[in-house]
Nanobody, 123 residues
Framework: QVQVVESGGGLVQAGGSLRLSCVAS????????MGWYRQAPGKQRELVAT???????NYADSVKGRFTISRANTKNTVFLQMNSLKPEDTAVYYC?????????????????WGLGTQVTVSS
């Protein structure tokens, strides 16, 4: 079993900052990539930022220059530093981990989601 747990959400005024954390644990052979996604009320879930095992990063255009994704040295923890927050950043933020579970099948990749953490930005 694999668990993905987010933390760090909350209420902040526009222009403020928040830092989200996500830990993936369980019977993981390798974490191939982790990422943050968000879903606002009435909208589809969208990509915010991802980071690979090789530390390649990808960001949504709407957050470039304001958000930074990074990994801890343990490699099973990722952070999302969110600066200059805007009301339109209000959403539930979900962490995703893409992992390998069986060393005999290294190309088989599984995707796991956390339950989400609420971020609310007031104007």
């Amino acid at each position: 079993q694999v668990q993905v747990v987010e933390s760090g959400g909350g209420l902040v005024q526009a222009g403020g900052s928040l830092r989200l954390s996500c830990v993936a644990s369980g019977s993981i052979i390798k974490i191939n990539a982790m990422g943050w996604y968000r879903q606002a009320p009435g909208k589809q879930r969208e990509l915010v930022a991802t980071i690979t095992s090789g530390d390649s990063t990808n960001y949504a255009d709407s957050v470039k220059g304001r958000f930074t994704i990074s990994r801890a040295n343990t490699k099973n923890t990722v952070f999302l530093q969110m600066n200059s927050l805007k009301p339109e950043d209000t959403a539930v933020y979900y962490c995703n981990a893409k992992v390998t579970l069986n060393p005999d099948y290294p190309d088989d990749e599984y995707s796991y989601w956390g339950l989400g953490t609420q971020v609310t930005v007031s104007s």
